[in-house]
């Protein structure tokens, strides 16, 4: 049969809704990684350069380096979650996230006041997707709620299998002429959670959920995603004579996101027509970005410089493919053809995070260490998703402004050495976004040490932040309602070798 043949089948659909203020924040969020030497300072490189990880805050911080180099880096990422009163599920994961190298031009007429110039290459894996949640829970509003949302007011009549149509093409066709919503809406009715109060009507207008439960509903829900976002920086700064740098970068990202949420449900009432069921989503999305920024260092004297530096927005833009799977034991025969393998593809779009402005401050003590300030200021109020002319775009945007807030960001880290060894220390915050502190304030921790051989460096740092947020289980909620309290910490070696 024809059934058995299908493997996957496109469509675009012209109702975008995977795109939210949680993609927003997803790309707009740094999560301090790059080099060991950066991590083990929480990222406080405004005003000290001469790391290729620096690039990230200030690129005026390549004209700091004296002479050529490159630099390896590896780290292993473990991000635990405890997700309501669940226990504790942890995820690691290891990655080669930093090479990177710059090449120091100095300039042979010693008349001149630009002493040197110098051109830097670097890639930093910014953002590592890798996670997993799992939480099981009692709750009051079951998946027949979010079907219901989107079936009441939907006639009935377009969401029906014609004689000798296929249930995966119908739910495509839907999804691609009628919009996500009627897509749902059938999905729920041909998974057995909803029906038609009148099911020979093709003009009914009203439906009724299959389930019953008194209170509340048993659900166990898992989340589990898996990508990066890689940034690629092509970078150029200069020395004008002893006590000013100047840089400016551009920086291409590549992203890549695989996110699986799953949720069963059972626990109903004893007279309920089902008896359990299952719904699970499944979100890819692929993309690319852009971005610029802006930088200078300034010396003041032999213990103080300061820098400042612009970041531009970045231009996000991404495609995404859906696609679910539903099943209860009052399904159609047929549901399980509508799976992993029916995918939904949205027209691209564009994400454009906020610009970001940063100051920083350090202090140098000689050959034996400095302290380091950096201050950001961000307005994420300002981010949208694009094209505006779509209306959900512009629901969410609007969504947004009214939702999120300008935050401000604190780095601090300190450098002490001792002949060749360098002991590191750091700390960050970072001011929740959210006006009602959906996601709460970020407080991380940094330590490392590093050794200089001469001609090669070898670094290693421990860094670890926590934040805690709510999250709707389905996109339909009308308040998020898990609470989840994260930590992630890295382990970091970095190797850098001279020229």
């Known amino acids: 049969m024809k059934k ?7 469509f675009i659909c012209s109702c975008v809704t995977a795109q939210n203020i949680n993609d927003v924040l997803r790309y707009s969020t740094d999560n301090t990684q790059g080099t060991a030497r950066y991590q083990a300072m929480s990222g ?12 990230n805050v200030n690129p005026a911080g390549s004209a700091v380096f004296i002479n ?46 630009w002493k040197k110039i110098t051109v830097a290459l670097n890639y930093d894996r910014v953002q590592n997707f890798d996670n997993r949640i799992s939480s099981s829970y009692s709750t009051a509003t079951g998946i027949d709620q979010y079907f219901l949302n989107f079936a009441q007011g939907t006639p009935l009549g377009p969401l029906k299998l014609q004689d000798g149509e296929f249930i995966e093409d119908t739910y495509l066709d839907i999804g691609a002429s009628l919009g996500f919503g009627n897509q749902q809406a059938f999905l729920g009715i041909f998974g057995g959670i909803i029906d038609a109060v009148d099911p020979n009507d093709d003009a009914n207008v009203d439906y009724v959920s299959l389930t019953k439960y008194s209170s509340t509903v048993n659900q166990n829900y898992r989340r589990t995603s898996f990508g990066y976002n890689d940034k690629f920086t092509a970078n150029v700064a200069t020395q004008y004579q002893d006590n000013l740098f100047l840089g400016a970068s551009l920086n291409f990202h590549s992203i890549f996101s695989d996110q699986l949420t799953e949720i069963s449900e059972s626990g109903y009432d004893s007279d309920s027509q089902v008896r359990s069921a299952s ?42 493919e859906f696609s679910q799977r539903i099943n209860s034991n009052l399904a159609d025969v047929d549901i399980n053809f509508i799976n992993f393998d029916v995918i939904n593809l949205y027209q691209r779009y564009t994400i454009k995070t906020p610009e970001k402005l940063t100051g920083s401050l350090a202090l140098v003590f000689g050959k034996n260490g400095l302290l380091s300030i950096d201050y950001g200021y961000q307005d994420m109020s300002k981010a949208e998703l694009k094209p505006e002319s779509d209306p959900n775009f512009a629901s969410e945007n609007n969504f947004i402004r009214n939702q999120l807030q300008a935050v401000s960001s604190l780095r601090i880290g300190g450098e002490y ?51 805690d947020r709510l999250s709707a289980i389905l996109s339909t909620d009308a308040a998020p309602s898990l609470n989840i309290a994260t930590r992630n910490t890295n382990a970091t070696l970095t190797y850098t070798v001279n020229f």
Do not use: H
């Open 279 to 320: 719904f699970d989503n499944f979100l890819r999305t692929q993309g690319t970005a852009f971005s610029f920024s802006l930088g200078a260092i300034a010396k003041l004297n032999d213990n103080i410089r300061v820098g400042g530096s612009y970041q531009s927005p970045t231009w996000y833009r991404l495609d995404d």
């Open 4 to 10: 058995y043949l299908i493997v996957t089948s496109l």
């Open 417 to 467: 050495r001792i002949e060749r060894v360098s002991l590191r220390g750091g700390y960050r915050y970072e001011q929740s976004p959210y006006i009602n502190n959906t996601i709460g304030d970020l407080n991380g921790a940094s330590g490392g040490i590093g050794y200089d051989f001469g001609p090669s460096r070898l670094d290693f740092a421990l860094s670890t932040a926590k934040q």
């Open 68 to 113: 050529s180099l490159v630099s390896f880096t590896g780290s292993n990422y473990n991000v635990k979650n405890i997700a309501g009163a669940s226990p504790e599920i942890s995820t690691n994961n290891l990655a080669l996230n930093q090479i990177g190298g710059v090449f120091v031009f100095k300039t042979i007429n010693q008349d001149t006041d």
């Open 44 to 55: 406080a490189f405004g005003a000290l350069g001469g790391d290729l990880s620096s690039l």
